[in-house]
T-cell receptor
Framework: ETGVTQTPRHLVMGMTNKKSLKCEQHLGHNAMYWYKQSAKKPLELMFVYSLEERVENNSVPSRFSPECPNSSHLFLHLHTLQPEDSALYLC???????????FGQGTRLTVV | GNSVTQMEGPVTLSEEAFLTINCTYTATGYPSLFWYVQYPGEGLQLLLK?????DKGSNKGFEATYRKETTSFHLEKGSVQVSDSAVYFC?????????????FGKGTLLTVNP
């Protein structure tokens, strides 16, 4: 496998559920990111990790909890989400922060 | 802060038409500039990039030239195909300090009809 891989591709969850999104990169990059893409809104940067340390949290609600156990893996843990959290969640990586990013195919999340 | 402005869509063209999607930016110094493409149901893919003034990025028949004097990075293609239908995002990175983030435009939806 090469590139950035996200699982699952699609997820439907109830507002009381707990689920996790997974991202894996095989590019040897040091930085990883979570973005949220909602219909008719610009891409929103949620979290940035560099060498497994969180360097940015863009005022994201605590119902979204990231985890970066190593430089190749990034998770987004979800709990008690709201319907407005339904969106495409994109993971990306870059060699270091400040370099161009390579994106995964995204997880289409629907909160019911 | 940094910002990217790209033309509002949607853009609808016939196959083999000429494409231009305008992009202008605001940033201090010399950012790196990018075009990303998002096909239906997919994530973003890096299409092309330019890292200094007067550089021309090109890929898959698409081109964009980094114009410092007009702070622009317009995307062009001489003859579009149906398979080019996608959303195109202009973006910049201004490395250094806290401005290391990719800043994206809002995206332009392109539809190419046969």
């Amino acid at each position: 496998e090469t590139g950035v891989t996200q699982t699952p591709r699609h997820l439907v969850m109830g507002m009381t559920n707990k689920k996790s999104l997974k991202c894996e990169q095989h590019l040897g990059h040091n930085a990883m990111y979570w973005y949220k893409q909602s219909a008719k809104k610009p891409l929103e940067l949620m979290f940035v990790y560099s060498l497994e340390e969180r360097v940015e949290n863009n005022s994201v609600p605590s119902r979204f909890s990231p985890e970066c156990p190593n430089s190749s893996h990034l998770f987004l843990h979800l709990h008690t989400l709201q319907p407005e959290d339904s969106a495409l969640y994109l993971c990306a990586s870059s060699q270091d922060i400040g370099n161009e990013a390579f994106f995964g195919q995204g997880t289409r999340l629907t909160v019911v | 802060g940094n910002s990217v402005t790209q033309m509002e869509g949607p853009v609808t063209l016939s196959e083999e038409a000429f494409l231009t999607i305008n992009c202008t930016y605001t940033a201090t110094g010399y950012p790196s500039l990018f075009w990303y493409v998002q096909y239906p149901g997919e994530g973003l893919q890096l299409l092309l990039k330019a890292t200094k003034a007067d550089d021309k990025g090109s890929n898959k028949g698409f081109e964009a030239t980094y114009r410092k004097e007009t702070t622009s990075f317009h995307l062009e293609k001489g003859s579009v195909q149906v398979s080019d239908s996608a959303v195109y995002f202009c973006a910049l990175i201004k490395s250094g300090g806290s401005n290391y983030k990719l800043t994206f435009g809002k995206g332009t939806l392109l539809t190419v009809n046969p």
